[in-house]
């Protein structure tokens, strides 16, 4: 590779980063000050990207840092749930945006030796159980129990 193109590239790399670690605190501070169906949006996406932030860490062996990164993707993701089910809307959306951060996190969980796999159990569970709560609110469940549809 030419010498003059190995700093250019070296640049747009760290700038890229710079940026990346920018637009997570952004996205922090929106999902922090928002309210109502905003705050449902930003808490999620907020969530979404720390479980890939997780993801990067436990692949460069920060397995600490991203158990924490983990449990406040969890965090967001519960606070985005309350917020829409507090004011009935985005509930559709929060519960695709649960189900697809559950299904990633089990993409991490079985990349994973079953030591630091219990963490993202727990988190995926408790994805399970905010998608029951909006399910129970958009569709009458009582109990657990979705009602079925009769035929």
Excluded at 49 to 69: C, F, H, I, M, R
């Amino acid at each position: 590779m030419p010498r003059g193109l190995i700093v250019p590239l070296l640049f747009a790399l760290t700038s890229l980063a710079l940026a990346q670690k920018d637009d997570l605190a952004e996205l922090q501070h929106k999902a922090d000050t928002s309210g109502g169906a905003a705050c449902a949006h930003f808490s999620l996406l907020y969530a979404q990207q720390l479980v890939e932030a997780s993801d990067k860490l436990y692949t460069d062996g920060n397995v600490d840092e991203a158990v924490k990164l983990v449990h406040r993707a969890g965090d967001y993701a519960e606070r985005g749930t309350e917020c829409a089910l507090l004011v009935h809307r985005r509930q559709k959306d929060t519960e695709i945006d649960l189900r697809e951060m559950a299904r990633r996190l089990g993409d991490i969980e079985r990349s994973l030796t079953s030591d630091d796999r219990p963490p993202l159990e727990q988190e995926i569970a408790r994805a399970d159980k905010l998608r029951d709560k909006l399910l129970d609110q958009m569709f009458g469940g009582k109990n657990g129990q979705h009602p079925r549809p009769t035929k």
